[in-house]
């Protein structure tokens, strides 16, 4: 079964960069029939996507959030990350990992871990 | 994008009983992708349905949905206290993936 976990800072301040990194467990990242994405929840809210990256590279980004995202894949770790700059506290969140079929819907999801943007 | 509705916010229900979940878009999902979620605090997500009316692997099929165009339906027959959760429809037609803003269902 395939397992996926978030880790990274639990908070981060005002301005900075966000950065968390989705593992991978019990399955290859290093498929071209899924991508792999980001998808965060605030407090209170509903689901926001943030964007999907494929073990070659290929990217698509929520037009929203594109200004201040990066993600990547590392195969050799079965790790991919993500990188969002300059955080206000509307960045604040429970951010999600979780795998997709090709650009479609989402297979399988990690439990969600809360990024606190405070000072 | 494709903004999606969700009513009602809440629906409260008794073991035994249906819960009908609705989502609405604002223009036609293309092919009619859209996937439907389960969510519960302090777990990971779980596909329910996706491409409007098929269930994902190891959903019961008391899990149905349906609809096309811009109304679809998740339909859960025979709840029980582990149905207790927040439910999200999200559509995949077009980019941005977008999801609705969720249906919180309680088992009375």
């Known amino acids: 079964q395939l397992q996926l976990q978030e880790s990274g800072p639990g908070l981060v301040k005002p301005s900075e960069t966000l950065s968390l990194t989705c593992t991978v467990y019990?399955?290859?990242?290093?498929?071209?029939?899924?991508?792999w994405g980001w998808i965060r929840q605030p407090p209170g809210k509903g689901l926001e996507w943030i964007g999907s990256i494929s073990y070659t590279g290929s990217i698509d980004y929520n037009p929203s959030l594109k200004s201040r995202v990066t993600m990547s894949v590392d195969t050799s770790n079965s790790q991919f990350s993500l990188r969002l700059s300059s955080v206000t506290a509307a960045d604040t969140a429970v951010y999600y990992c979780a795998r997709r079929l090709a650009t479609y819907y989402y297979q399988y999801w990690g439990q969600g871990t809360l990024v606190t943007v405070s000072s | 994008e494709i903004v999606l509705t969700q009513s009602p916010g809440t629906l409260s229900l008794s073991p035994g009983e249906r819960a009908t979940l609705s989502c609405r878009a604002s223009q036609t999902v293309n092919n009619r992708y859209l996937a439907w979620y389960q969510l519960n605090p302090g777990q990971a997500p779980r596909l329910l349905i996706y491409g409007a009316s098929s269930r994902a692997t190891g959903i019961p099929d008391r899990f149905s949905g349906s609809g096309s165009g811009t109304d679809f339906t998740l339909t859960i027959r025979r709840l029980g206290p582990e149905d207790s959760a927040v439910y999200y429809c999200q559509q995949y037609g077009s980019s941005p993936d977008t999801f609705g803003q969720g249906t919180r269902l309680e088992i009375k």
């Open positions: 019990g399955g290859s990242i290093s498929s071209s029939s899924y991508y």
